[in-house]
């Protein structure tokens, strides 16, 4: 089964101005970057945005701050949920199309037409909380991701990893007391947005393991051997979500954690190897953040290839 690669030109209407991080060209560089001959194998997807697409954002986030979103969006110009999030007209469709995305791959992963995916969205999501947007991100697409999956296909299982180098406080605070989700989340500690502390474990079912600044590839693969891929394989997921944040990368400009393109690598191998035994290799990914865009295109050529397959896994 082929590997799953979403994108779409709504991706970049969502203009957030000039000189802001997540920018239109983070899309440019991925496209560019998967447009490789080894990439050649992957099955590009388009996703509707479905009829009921606000019934799908309302499994996790509020009717009044779905509504706030979209009353936000201007119709010219720019406007601002908080310093750090922008939007612009076409940030309206780019937020829809991405949860469409995530939803369309919930869709074909679970009824077995596909095992991965790779959803190259904007805006991102894992900062947005169930009753407000933060942190660049509007909708939370991988915890809407993962409430579609438990409503629509009764998956009472669902394990969500997140290496993004920044807490994704949205998603935790959308499961926090629900352990039919494990929610695992490596990042930069202290840093923004401030939760993520290891005392924060939901009713058992969330592991935050904070990276002292600094932290390399060897720290960050021992912390996952250590902690978070154990407890991934004995949860026994169903299917396996990945929050996928490239900003602990060593030249990225937003943090000071140095990791390299091979411990993205490194870390979609060993949630592979746990798909494998728990659930038939079912891995959806969504861009999350990575913001030097060299260090993005190569980073996600890592963890696309990965999912693509090796000599011994197979396409």
């Keep these: ?38 990439f050649a194998p992957l099955q590009r997807i388009t996703a509707d945005i479905p009829a009921d697409i606000l019934d799908k954002i309302g499994l ?19 406007a601002n949920f908080d310093a750090d999030t922008v939007v612009s007209p076409g940030s309206k469709l780019a937020a829809l199309r991405a949860v469409a995305a995530v939803c369309d791959a919930v869709d074909r992963i679970c ?26 991100c509007l909708f939370n697409n991988i915890a809407i991701a993962a409430e579609y999956a438990r409503s629509r296909y009764g998956l009472t299982r669902i394990a969500i990893v997140d290496f993004d180098v920044h807490h994704g406080n949205g998603t935790q605070a959308a499961f926090c007391e629900q352990p039919q989700v ?44 250590q902690s978070i891929l154990p407890a991934v394989k004995t949860f026994k997921p169903e299917l396996i979500l990945v929050s996928a ?59 696309v290839g990965s999912l693509m397959g090796s000599p011994t896994r197979g396409e």
């Design 182 to 225: 494990l929610y695992a989340s490596s990042h930069q500690w202290p840093h923004y947005p401030g939760s993520g502390h290891p005392s924060e474990c939901g009713v058992g079912n969330i592991i935050n393991i904070p990276l002292p600044t600094g932290s390399d590839g060897e720290v960050f693969r021992e912390k996952y051997r």
């Design 111 to 136: 009824t077995g037409q596909n095992a991965r995916a790779f959803c190259a969205t904007r805006p991102p999501g894992h900062h947005a909380m169930p009753d407000y947007a933060m942190g660049f």
């Design 245 to 303: 944040g490239f900003d602990a990368h060593k030249d990225d400009p937003l943090a000071s954690i140095d990791l390299v393109e091979d411990d993205y690598r490194w870390i979609t191998d060993e949630l592979l190897s746990i798909a494998d035994v728990c659930c038939q290799g079912r891995i959806i990914s969504a861009l999350e953040g990575g913001y030097n865009l060299s260090a993005l295109a190569n980073s996600v050529a890592a963890h």
């Design 1 to 38: 089964m082929r590997t799953l690669y979403y994108s779409h030109p709504d991706f970049l209407g969502h203009d957030t101005g000039v000189a802001h991080p997540e920018s239109i060209d983070r899309l440019h560089v991925i496209e560019q970057a998967l447009s490789a001959p080894e």
């Design 60 to 78: 996790v986030h509020s009717k009044a701050m779905i509504a706030k979103v979209l009353s936000t969006i201007p119709e010219q110009g720019y």
